[in-house]
T-cell receptor, first 111, second 115 residues
Framework: QKEVEQNSGPLSVPEGAIASLNCTYSDRGSQSFFWYRQYSGKSPELIMFIYSNGDKEDGRFTAQLNKASQYVSLLIRDSQPSDSATYLCAVRYSGNTPLVFGKGTRLSVIA | EAGVAQSPRYKIIEKRQSVAFWCNPISGHATLYWYQQILGQGPKLLIQFQNNGVVDDSQLPKDRFSAERLKGVDSTLKIQPAKLEDSAVYLC?????????????FGPGTRLTVT
């Protein structure tokens, strides 16, 4: 059973701080990794994806992937109250296999 | 570009009743997904279609759930009979094609409450 693990939170950070969200996965052969944001009562929306070891930056967001340790993280710089949401990590194990989602981490940015 | 459309947005039924959900994907998207999201959990894939063929339905409870995408465009998901544990949000998503780094676009979801 392929699993994706996330701390459910809530993770509380003050406005302007860096929020760090972590995700681990069970299958070492996993190929691509996605971060989705889901506001309460809304559907998930893609923030970014990563498939190579290292960092990938997009605006205030940085995804970090370490395949040897089987973890992927999302950093949100200069956190804003509007970033308060649940962040879902999703993993694609190979080719055309479907995404496997974690349970999500609830982030609360305090003004 | 219009997004993924779903209806109804909300549905309340009693256990053992039947219910159907409808999804219209983004135009030109070959791959369509149905997910179940129980409160406090991440989405769980129920079924994936590529055009009108099933790619993956390994987590679909086939004794009570069925889905079809007859013309390779819109899709319906049916539950018959419903159980209390089916209370969840049912999300439809589509992508240009499946796999790889293709982005999945989610619809607004249908919130089902089974009493």
């Amino acid at each position: 059973q392929k699993e994706v693990e996330q701390n459910s939170g809530p993770l509380s950070v003050p406005e302007g701080a860096i929020a760090s969200l972590n995700c681990t996965y069970s299958d070492r052969g996993s190929q691509s990794f996605f971060w989705y944001r889901q506001y309460s009562g809304k559907s998930p929306e893609l923030i970014m994806f990563i498939y190579s070891n290292g960092d990938k930056e997009d605006g205030r967001f940085t995804a970090q992937l370490n395949k040897a340790s089987q973890y992927v993280s999302l950093l949100i710089r200069d956190s804003q109250p509007s970033d308060s949401a649940t962040y879902l990590c999703a993993v694609r194990y190979s080719g055309n296999t479907p995404l496997v989602f974690g349970k999500g981490t609830r982030l609360s940015v305090i003004a | 570009e219009a997004g993924v459309a779903q209806s109804p947005r909300y549905k309340i039924i009693e256990k053992r009743q039947s219910v159907a959900f409808w999804c219209n994907p983004i135009s030109g998207h070959a791959t369509l997904y149905w997910y179940q999201q129980i409160l406090g959990q991440g989405p769980k894939l129920l079924i994936q279609f590529q055009n009108n063929g099933v790619v993956d339905d390994s987590q679909l409870p086939k004794d009570r759930f069925s889905a079809e995408r007859l013309k390779g465009v819109d899709s319906t998901l049916k539950i018959q009979p419903a159980k209390l544990e089916d209370s969840a949000v049912y999300l439809c998503a589509s992508s240009v094609k499946g796999g790889g780094l293709n982005e999945q676009y989610f619809g607004p979801g249908t919130r089902l409450t089974v009493t």
